[in-house]
């Protein structure tokens, strides 16, 4: 099933028209679209799903789920440290007056990807652990990863990107553990510490 498909059959059941349906996909699809956007694209989107159906039997909330993974990147620019509340402030605010699905969990969800600590509600465990599944990929799809988010942030010299995404590394390094889920943390855990550790050799 195409991404624009999952998109369209949830807001159907969300109890958005089918008229607005159409317009809010274009939306959607363009600005996940643009060419800054290396790795935070449609690509992602995509894998998030792949993952979200894997372990869908897990899952508690499998609407606002779905529709965090379509919104939580919806604003992202380099330069500023809000796109994910403001991601959440645009996703809630484009529901249906009367929505069927829960709203505030949506916000708590988006919000979330800022951080990526354990949270009481697992549902938000299980997005923020499809959020970063990348960090574990085999090596080749790493290093196609890591150079995206340079590509993205192109706008900063050396000089300043290293640090920061030195630092940025390390605070992964420095958790107990990196996935919130038990099911992530023994498949994935470990793949990820020794992706991160080679990363930061090569920066």
Not at 64 to 72: D, L, Q, R, V, W
């Amino acid at each position: 099933m195409s991404l624009q498909t999952y998109f369209e059959d949830l807001l159907l059941r969300v109890g958005f028209d089918k008229p607005i349906i159409n317009k809010h996909w274009e939306t959607l699809n363009k600005t996940y679209s643009v060419k800054s956007r290396k790795y935070h694209n449609l690509t992602h989107l995509e894998n998030m799903l792949s993952l979200y159906n894997l372990y869908k039997d897990e899952l508690n909330h499998c609407d606002e789920i779905e529709y965090a993974i379509f919104y939580h990147d919806i604003i992202y620019k380099v330069t500023r440290k809000d796109n994910e509340l403001e991601s959440a402030k645009l996703a809630i605010k484009l529901l249906p007056e009367f929505a069927k699905i829960d709203t505030k969990l949506i916000f708590e969800m988006i919000c979330a990807t800022q951080t990526h600590e354990h949270q009481e509600k697992m549902d938000i465990n299980w997005l923020l652990d499809f959020d970063l599944q990348i960090l574990a990929a085999p090596w080749e799809d790493y290093e196609v990863y890591y150079k995206q988010i340079r590509q993205e942030y192109k706008i900063y010299p050396n000089m300043l990107y290293n640090p920061g995404r030195k630092k940025a590394l390390h605070h992964f390094l420095e958790r107990d553990f990196i996935f919130q889920t038990d099911v992530f943390r023994a498949a994935y855990e470990a793949k990820a510490r020794e992706n991160i550790k080679k990363e930061i050799l090569l920066l």
